[in-house]
């Protein structure tokens, strides 16, 4: 499958900003997956920002709890993240990522992948 990453960009302290993801696989394909949203900057490890699982459960990170919101549209095959209250430590590349179709994730101790998006630039002015 091909994540498709549109959106990001510049944003001031404060503000909100909604990153989506597109996944090129069919819906019945596309609602077995376990997704997720990462962000990563220089010098740093990729850090799991957000989780939901092919049942809609959802897992975020404490550093974005209350503050970001990750959802999917398995009819439209897009994952979401809307983030809200924006910090410049929230200023990062961000990446969609999936499992395998049909593939069970652990929330809080996933890395991301086999599939990546091509990951979308967010930074946050103060």
């Known amino acids: 499958v091909q994540l498709v990453e549109p959106g990001g960009g510049p944003v001031q302290a404060g503000g909100s900003l909604r990153l989506s993801c597109v996944a090129s696989?069919?819906?019945?394909?596309?609602?077995?997956?376990?997704m997720g949203w990462f962000r990563q900057t220089p010098g740093k490890w990729r850090e799991r920002v957000a989780i939901?699982?092919?049942?809609?459960?959802?897992y975020y990170a404490d550093s974005v709890k209350g503050r970001f919101t990750i959802s999917r549209d398995n009819a439209k095959r897009t994952l979401d993240l809307q983030m809200g209250n924006l910090q410049p430590s929230d200023s990062a590349m961000y990446y969609c990522s999936a499992t395998r179709p049909g593939r069970f994730c652990e929330p809080n101790s996933w890395s991301g992948g086999p599939y990546w998006g091509q990951g979308t630039q967010v930074t946050v002015s103060s």
């Open positions: 696989d069919g819906e019945y394909t596309y609602m077995t997956y376990c």
């Open positions: 939901i699982l092919s049942d809609g459960d959802t």
